[in-house]
């Protein structure tokens, strides 16, 4: 097992930034990638980006390119999602997750990970 703890959330005006972390603990040498999700209020979950945990590799869901920024720290089991110029509609709890199976597409953990935190809370002002 894996257990994932999210921290960083808040509220922030549009425009402004935010940095999420998310440490991981347990089985860490089982996981092959971390990302990031979120949902917000009346809306299904969706991927935001992911991390290749070997290698580093990144992939980011189109509405975030360009002002999101996934990193990790190795020796710290720890992934970041850098946060910028953020938007009313980035409203939601972000959540943090972890695979423990290898794909070649990182496109493919979009679609959902094996380990999932609780989530922490990111509030837009407009």
């Known amino acids: 097992q894996v257990q994932l703890v999210e921290s960083g959330g808040g509220l922030v005006q549009a425009g402004g930034s935010l940095r999420l972390s998310c440490a991981a603990s347990?089985?860490?040498?089982?996981?092959?990638?971390m990302g990031w999700f979120r949902q917000a209020p009346g809306k299904e979950r969706e991927f935001v980006a992911v991390?290749?945990?070997?290698?580093?590799?990144?992939y980011y869901v189109d509405s975030v390119k360009g002002r999101f920024t996934i990193s990790k720290d190795n020796e710290k089991n720890t992934v970041y999602l850098r946060m910028n110029s953020l938007k009313p509609e980035d409203t939601a709890v972000y959540y943090c997750?972890?695979?423990?199976?290898?794909?070649?597409?990182?496109?493919?953990?979009?679609?959902?990970?094996?380990?999932w935190g609780k989530g922490t809370l990111v509030t837009v002002s407009s």
């Open positions: 991390i290749r945990w070997s290698g580093g590799s990144t």
């Open positions: 997750a972890a695979a423990s199976r290898y794909t070649r597409d990182l496109a493919r953990y979009s679609y959902g990970m094996d380990y």
């Open positions: 347990g089985r860490t040498f089982s996981m092959y990638a």
